[in-house]
């Protein structure tokens, strides 16, 4: 309870215009919040990369005063961002395995492609114009119809579009390079 006291006390401090208040509530939650991290992600530099957001996102936060205990928001932040950084490895990690089976000939998970080609990435971009192929590519390491689009600030739907065209075409091309 005490921390959590001396914790409010200093956030209380940097709302007031303490510019050091802050870096000393950043030293006293950086460790702690790696720490915590690490134990969620098993990963140190995404558990560091969580815990500097985290208090990157306290630091710039438009209503500071909402903020009744400090020590329960950072942590909560630290949570979701690990979480968060959970999907996307694991996003990032299934499209990989995707290309990987792509490459050697196995089916796309959808039934859509058989590929044989090493040189996928050649073909994509020999076939695909250049806004089809940047689009396939951000997809194949694991982003997200949403975080494509805020890339290339275009509607998800688009990408989403962008995406079943590309596949359509690229269907073709390997048939036609007679690997269906």
Request: hydrophobic letters at 35%; a positive charge; aromatic letters at 10%.
């Amino acid at each position: 309870m005490e921390d959590q006291a001396m914790y409010q006390k200093l956030w209380d401090k940097h709302i007031a215009g303490d510019k050091k208040a802050f870096g000393e509530l950043y030293n006293l939650f950086h460790k702690r919040l790696t720490m915590y991290c690490i134990g969620i992600l098993r990963d140190v530099p995404m558990a560091e990369n969580a815990a500097s957001e985290t208090l990157l996102k306290l630091m710039s936060h438009k209503e500071p005063e909402t903020i009744n205990n400090v020590e329960r928001w950072v942590f909560g932040v630290a949570k979701n961002y690990c979480y968060s950084y959970s999907r996307w490895k694991s996003r990032r990690e299934n499209s990989k395995k995707e290309l990987r089976l792509l490459k050697a000939g196995v089916n796309h998970n959808h039934g859509e492609l058989d590929m044989i080609s090493d040189d996928h990435e050649a073909i994509a971009k020999k076939h695909l114009s250049e806004h089809e192929y940047r689009v396939w590519a951000l997809f194949l390491n694991g982003y997200t119809n949403k975080e494509i689009a805020e890339q290339l600030e275009i509607a998800a739907k688009t990408i989403a579009n962008i995406k079943a065209l590309v596949r359509k075409k690229l269907k073709g091309v390997y048939k036609d390079l007679g690997y269906s």
